[in-house]
């Protein structure tokens, strides 16, 4: 970390405003803070820690003595620190819990204390991190150095009078401190894991002996070898009882063998008596088939004579149709003697209406003559017509001209109306274009105000995809850092298989102290090998990814001061719009629309003014020839009636002599056609009755006829029947029926006839088959008696009982075999199992304690890490005390066979004195000595952790005094020192007031005290 403005107000003793560039000291300056005792230099480094942590370098002081008692009640208490990281540079403003003069009234109100941490980019723009919260901005300042404020005043800073609490920490102490500092969390995650990969073997193992015993407890049996002695014993049952259900088994056959036959037997008599049943009731069956024998025999004796009566009845059928079509001939003749005296009938009429053709004839001649005359009567009529065309034409021309007057006066009346209206809307333009004016003005600022909601849409959108690429940044980065937490473990993990290939027979383990090594560790086949440079490699990817997800916070800060930005503009642009806030754009628009129409308008109004007069002036002009035709028909229409009169009277004079039906031609000629089509009418008429009359004449003579061969057909019909008859009443008398009747009875269907024979047969057939079967069982149950059935089922039964006894008594000991078997199965499988628990227990068990510390050595797995990281510390931090004491003293760590065999050993400091060659502890320097110590401990400490930490950086440190304990040539060791570590790359800041530090170091920091408060300048001489 670097420091790069420091400004603080009404703080400790300073009164005013105060501020220091630590940038013009230069870069990784070694400077002094001077000033006389009580000035306020550790109020600088108490201005520092506040303004990070909310705590000052002395942690008893917490909120005393923070306000400067001279300082104005109207200036705030607040520091502002500028700094930066891993080349992240930031800036934190903190303002503590104080009492201020309150904004209204006289009285005083309490000021919350708020604390407000932005991130600087490289242009110099600022991404906030924390707005208000103090929580908030103490969790993030946490997490950005890497140190809580403990560690920070114990590792950074050195305060005045506490710089010896590192080096005499107790070890759980110095423990948490360099945990912290070198990030060894993962050793004890190993512990842990070890512990509960223990304890879950030793709970596995428990369930384990706690299934064998309810395994036994579920058989009510004590231990195994009860089991053993049980499974024996059972087994003997098993055998006694499978020879028992043997036997019954064989007896139960053979009463089932037995009542078999005895059922077969049985069946026998019981069809002896089921045939007998059926053959009786079959036989009460005869009579009825006896008199279908009968009716075969009739039904074929009339089949014989048949043919005979068929021939008599098809005659019959014969006559019957041959009389129905002799009756419709008759009526056949009668009809056609009716349609020749009609045709007679209308002939006579037709020949007195023929006798009309002479006047018809007479008529034609007559009209003949009407069409000459009817030639001069036709010219009048069109002189007429002419002479009427000429008046009329005239009349309506005076009237269409009176219309066409009319029309141009009211056209010109109308016109003036325009006139008048266009003229009052021109007189509208003026205020028409302000409103338009206004209405663009409206318009415009609506369009402004969606095209900013627009882009706030456009820029919440980017706050939302902001948020999720700064989410996925942070899955990122906890991806990456669970990676190389991975890798370290793993690492980790394989130092156990490192350290196992260099241990030798019959020497300590460097971590368990065992001299036997009965389980070395090995790296495993499913594990990768990692080493030092993977882990950092994936550190820095770590680091790359947390650098990301800054970016993304930048972004996402970026887009929300944009959105910010757009709101307070459509805030601007609603209030200019005030009402007109809530239309549309497409109101707005349509309202802008109508004022341009209107506009529009009333210039097409001032054009259509002066294309209506100029249409004014030219219906004026077209009036005056018409009044003037007008006048000039007026005179002329005297002479037309009078021409118009004596034509009609000379029509009068020839209509007398012509009939008025025949005036015109068309008339005319249409009576002389209709004249000459009556004629031709009447004659075509009178031939056709003529022919009707001849052909119903023809017509009943033909049906006459008809009639005669009918009844001829007829008679000889009925001679034959005749004869057939007597035939039929002669073979009827020979044969053995009695009558017609009794042969028409016999007389039956062939289907009918075959039914009934398959009936005679079918009965026969199965008498004969009763009758065999009947015999047969005669014959095999001959000397046979039934048997006793419900003896033999008794005995059935009863050896069914007695096996179904014995298998189930069988049963009864296999299964209990069987479970003792199971149960001895499997408790052999969960000792088998609780083996191989106990053997990885063996190995697990005994690196659990190892790394819990509950080992020979009692030193736990992190522990035994950090003190090889505490070595390393120690073996730099010894070299500096080496020089700095002139070659006295070294470092070194407390040997953990000389303490206490407890978990909290092996981070305990002792002091190698060279003069005495012995080791002593720490605690037994002096102050000057302590101070070179606890100064060279935290500058080998921040060496050591920027070497091997990829996350905390201690690359500035702050004494405050000790340097007054030192002679005159160990402050100057001690400050050839602090000048080697600066050259390295290091900002080293010392408060002191001693005289030779202020000659020997040109940058400086003066704090000067007055009365009124104490106040601060910088001296940055070469």
């Known amino acids: 970390m670097k420091l790069h403005k420091l400004k603080l107000s009404a703080f400790g003793p300073f009164a005013g405003n105060e501020s220091i560039d630590f940038s013009q000291l230069g870069e990784n300056p070694l400077f002094l803070i001077d000033g006389p005792t009580g000035a306020g230099k550790s109020s600088l480094l108490h201005a520092v820690c506040y303004a990070l942590y909310g705590e000052t370098t002395d942690a008893e002081r917490k909120e005393l003595g923070i306000r400067c008692d001279n300082a104005d009640p109207d200036v705030l208490t607040e520091l502002k620190l500028e700094f930066s990281i891993r080349g992240q540079r930031y800036r934190i403003h903190r303002v503590p819990t104080q009492v201020r003069p309150a904004r209204r009234g006289d009285g005083e109100t309490e000021q919350k204390a708020t604390a407000h941490l932005v991130r600087i980019a490289d242009d110099g723009t600022e991404e906030t991190l924390v707005p208000k919260k103090k929580t908030e901005a103490d969790v993030h300042i946490r997490a950005i150095l890497g140190l809580t404020t403990d560690q920070f005043r114990q590792v950074m800073v050195l305060p005045q009078g506490k710089f010896r609490e590192l080096l ?52 009510h049996i004590a231990d195994v070898d009860a089991l053993l002695e049980a499974i024996a014993q059972s087994s003997t049952t098993l055998a006694e009882r499978e020879s028992a259900k043997a036997k019954a088994d064989t007896f139960k056959r053979a009463e089932e063998a037995k009542l078999k036959a005895a059922e077969a037997l049985q069946k026998r008599f019981e069809e002896q008596e089921t045939k007998q049943t059926d053959l009786k009731t079959h ?13 075969i025999q009739r039904a074929e004796k009339a089949a014989a ?164 690429a700064l989410e996925e940044a942070d899955r990122s980065y906890k991806q990456a850092n669970t990676n190389a937490d991975r890798l370290e473990m793993t690492w980790f993990t394989n130092q156990a298989a490192v350290l196992a290939q260099k241990l030798q027979l019959d020497q300590p383990c460097p ?61 601007e642009l609603e209030s200019e719009l005030g ?3 809530t239309h549309t754009v497409d109101e707005l628009t349509q309202a802008h629309r109508e004022l341009e129409k209107r506009l529009q308008q009333i210039c097409k109004s001032e054009q259509q003014l002066e294309t209506v007069k100029a249409n004014r002036k030219t219906e004026e002009t077209k009036r005056i020839p018409l009044d003037t035709e007008r006048t000039s028909l007026n005179k002329g229409m005297p002479e037309l ?37 009556a004629i031709k009418k009447l004659e075509t008429d009178y031939q056709g009755a003529q022919k009707r009359q001849a052909e119903a004449s023809n017509a009943a003579s033909a049906a006459q006829s008809n009639l005669k061969a009918l009844n001829k057909q007829l008679q000889d019909l009925q001679t034959r029947r005749t004869t057939q008859s007597s035939l039929w009443q002669r073979v009827l008398s020979d044969s053995e029926f009695e009558n017609q009747a009794d042969f028409e009875t016999s007389v039956l269907e062939e289907t009918t006839t075959e039914e009934l024979r398959t009936t005679v ?16 069982i005669a014959q095999q149950l001959a000397d046979q008696q039934p048997p006793d059935m419900a003896s033999l089922e008794a005995n059935h039964k009863a050896s069914e009982t007695a096996y179904q006894e014995a298998e189930k008594a069988w049963t009864e000991a296999q299964q209990a075999k069987a479970l003792l078997n199971r149960t001895l199965a499997k408790i052999r499988s969960l000792e088998t199992q609780q083996q191989a628990v106990q053997r990885q227990y ?181």
């Not at 368990?512 to 993977?534: L, M, R, T």
């Not at 996402?556 to 930005?565: G, I, M, P, R, Y």
């Not at 079918?762 to 004969?768: A, E, N, S, T």
């Open 842 to 1022: 063996e190995v697990v068990g005994k690196m659990a304690k190892a790394a819990g510390g509950r080992g020979d050595v009692r030193v736990s797995l992190e522990r035994f890490v950090l003190g090889n990281l505490l070595d390393s510390v120690l073996s730099v931090a010894s070299q500096r005390l080496h020089a700095m004491s002139r070659g006295q003293y070294r470092l070194v760590r407390q040997n953990e066979a000389d303490q206490k065999r407890t978990m909290t050993a092996g981070l305990d400091l002792a002091i190698d004195d060279a003069y005495s060659g012995k080791t002593r502890p720490v605690a037994t320097l002096s102050g000057g000595e302590s101070f070179m110590a606890s100064l060279a401990l935290a500058l080998a400490l921040s060496d050591v952790v920027q070497q091997r930490s990829g996350g905390i950086q201690l690359d500035t440190l702050f004494i405050d005094e000790g340097f007054g304990s030192l002679d005159q040539e160990s402050l100057q060791l001690a400050i050839n020192t602090l000048v080697e570590l600066q050259s390295s790359g290091r900002t080293i800041g010392i408060i002191s007031h001693v005289s030779e530090l202020k000659e020997q170091m040109p940058l400086r920091i003066d704090v000067s005290s007055s009365r009124a408060g104490s106040t601060v300048r910088m001296s940055c001489l070469p």
């Open 283 to 295: 036989q009460e069956r005869k009579p009825e088939v006896d008199e279908a024998r009968v009716r």
């Open 579 to 581: 009402e007109n806030a």
């Open 641 to 677: 009636s009078a021409a118009k009169a004596a034509a009609e009277n000379q029509l009068a004079n020839a209509e007398k002599e012509l009939p008025e039906a025949y005036r015109s031609l068309d008339a005319l000629n249409r009576a002389i056609l209709d004249t000459v089509q």
């Open 168 to 219: 005499l920490a107790k070890s759980d102490d110095r423990q948490e401190i360099l945990s912290t500092l070198f990030q060894t969390e993962v050793y004890k995650r190993i512990e842990q894991l070890l512990k509960d990969k223990a304890g879950d073997i030793e709970r596995q193992h428990r369930r384990f002996e706690e299934s064998k015993t309810e395994a036994l407890h579920e058989i």
């Open 305 to 468: 004579i048949a043919p005979l009566w068929q021939t008599l009845q098809g005659l019959d059928q014969q006559i019957r149709v041959q009389d129905v079509e002799t009756k419709a001939a008759n009526s056949a003749v009668n009809q056609a003697k009716l349609e020749a005296d009609e045709a007679v009938r209308s002939l006579q009429e037709m020949e007195k209406r023929y006798e009309s053709r002479d006047e018809l004839k007479a008529t034609e001649t007559r009209l003949a003559g009407y069409r000459k005359t009817l030639e001069g009567y036709e010219s009048l009529k069109a002189a007429v017509q002419k002479a009427n065309l000429a008046h009329q034409k005239a009349l309506s021309r005076v009237e269409a001209l009176d219309h066409e007057m009319a029309s141009i006066d009211k056209t010109l009346e109308g016109q003036i109306e325009e006139i008048e209206v266009l003229g009052k809307q021109i007189g509208q333009k003026a205020e028409c274009i302000e409103l338009q004016i206004a209405a663009k003005r409206r318009l415009d600022t609506r369009v402004k105000l969606e095209a900013a909601a627009a882009y706030l849409a456009t820029r919440e959108k980017a706050v939302r995809v902001a948020q999720a």
């Open 761 to 776: 047969k079918g009965y026969d057939d199965k008498l004969r088959s009763l009758n065999s079967q009947l015999e047969l």
């Open 511 to 571: 971590v368990c102290g065992s001299s036997e090594h009965p389980h070395p560790a090995e790296f495993p086949e499913d594990i990768e090998k990692v080493n030092q440079d993977a882990v950092d490699q994936a550190r820095r990817d770590a680091s790359d990814c947390l650098n990301a997800r800054y970016s993304s916070e930048t972004q996402l800060t970026e887009c929300v001061s944009a959105v910010q930005h757009q709101r307070k503009l459509i805030t």
